[in-house]
């Protein structure tokens, strides 16, 4: 029962003492924690995503058009154009970019740079920096949660410092 046995968040002893419990510690980098291995996950994925591909060009046979539906983009057209490139010699695919985005309305027939798998068939990439947009996101996130953290941090020593000094000695 070592989670229980002393359920405490503080503790001042009698001889003055002061003893924060790890359940502290945990709260206080629970959230700045999981936020900091999103961030690593998601470079992780978009390095991954990009590890292998080569460029190519593709041509545009193909636009979908949809509407923004989120509070970001709502009322906003957003292009997923469908591009068609040499695979393999000799062998023609299509392939969308599995995305939409306004910028993106491409005129049919018109050759763009891309990024493709030659290992296997997939979605293709454009170049550009949403690529890391989630993980620059979830990476700013991070940051702004690194400042209470390291605040409430500071605070809980210097209160735990409060009772009794490094070397034993009860402060008055």
């Known amino acids: 029962m070592f989670l229980f046995s002393r359920p405490f968040l ?3 002893t009698a001889a003055g003492e002061r003893i924060v419990s790890w359940r502290v510690w945990l709260l206080v980098w629970l959230l700045p924690g999981v936020f900091a291995l999103g961030t690593v996950a998601m470079v992780g994925e978009a390095g991954w995503r990009l590890q292998g591909t080569v460029v190519g060009q593709g041509e545009v046979v ?12 709502r009322g906003v057209l957003n292009y997923s154009p469908v591009f068609r490139y040499e695979f393999a010699p000799g062998e023609m695919i299509e392939a969308s970019t599995g995305m939409s ?36 996101v979830i990476g700013g996130i ?5 400042l209470p953290a390291l605040w409430l941090h500071r605070r809980v020593r210097r209160w735990q410092r409060g009772g009794v000094s490094r070397y034993g000695a009860v402060k008055i």
């Open 10 to 12: 503080f503790e001042e």
């Open 62 to 73: 193909r636009v979908y058009t949809f509407e923004g539906e989120t509070v970001f983009d």
């Open 101 to 136: 985005h306004p910028d993106w309305n491409y005129e049919i027939g018109s050759v763009h740079e891309i990024y493709y798998k030659p290992s296997y068939k997939t979605n293709v990439s454009l170049p550009g920096a949403h690529n890391w947009a989630v993980a620059w």
């Open 142 to 146: 991070t940051a702004v949660l690194l």
